[in-house]
Each structure stands twice: as structure tokens, then as C-alpha cells.
């Protein structure tokens, strides 16, 4: 099988967190961009995700919320507007 070289640009701090993220998978940078060419040039799809990477921060933040309800400091769902209302004036 013949290669090719194929150059990209891009800023240092991208290539840095890519290749940080394809090390934690074990690989290297240049066999996961390959793995994602042959991916394209196979399916003719290209793929975006959107899904949030649950960052330690966010962690934080859903442990706090699921203690909130786990205590009972949020509010049950209302049933009427008029429930929600008599809510608020507790």
C-alpha cells in the first residue's frame, strides 16, 4: 500500500488537546485523524457531536443539584399554576 502526507494547520493548543485525547484512547494523533479519513472516505458522512463533556465542573454541579433533591430542597412538580403560586409564598 503507498501513502501520502497530507498537511493540516492548525494552532498549537488544538493539536495539543487533540493529542492529548487520542493518548488517553493509547493512540497516536496521526492514527486517529486516518481512522476519521478512512471513516469519511468510506461512509461519505461527516459526523458533529454535540454532547457535552462532563467536565469536573459540571460534575460538581449535578452532585450539588441530586443532593438538593435527595434532601428535599426542590420543589416537587406542580400540577397548576395556582399550586406553583401557593409554592413561592411558603
Not at 3 to 9: E, L
Not at 12 to 40: C, D
Not at 52 to 63: G, N, Y
Not at 70 to 81: E, I, N
Amino acid at each position: 500500500m503507498s501513502t501520502a502526507v497530507i498537511s493540516v494547520r492548525t494552532d498549537q493548543a488544538t493539536k495539543q488537546k487533540a493529542a492529548g485525547v487520542a493518548k488517553r484512547f493509547g493512540i497516536p494523533l496521526s492514527t486517529l485523524i486516518n481512522a476519521y479519513l478512512h471513516e469519511l472516505a468510506e461512509s461519505g458522512q461527516i459526523h458533529f457531536s454535540s454532547a457535552e463533556v462532563m467536565t469536573p465542573k459540571l460534575e460538581k454541579l449535578v452532585a450539588e443539584v441530586e443532593a438538593e433533591i435527595a434532601s428535599g430542597q426542590v420543589s416537587a412538580p406542580f400540577d397548576s399554576v395556582e399550586d406553583f403560586l401557593a409554592d413561592l409564598k411558603k
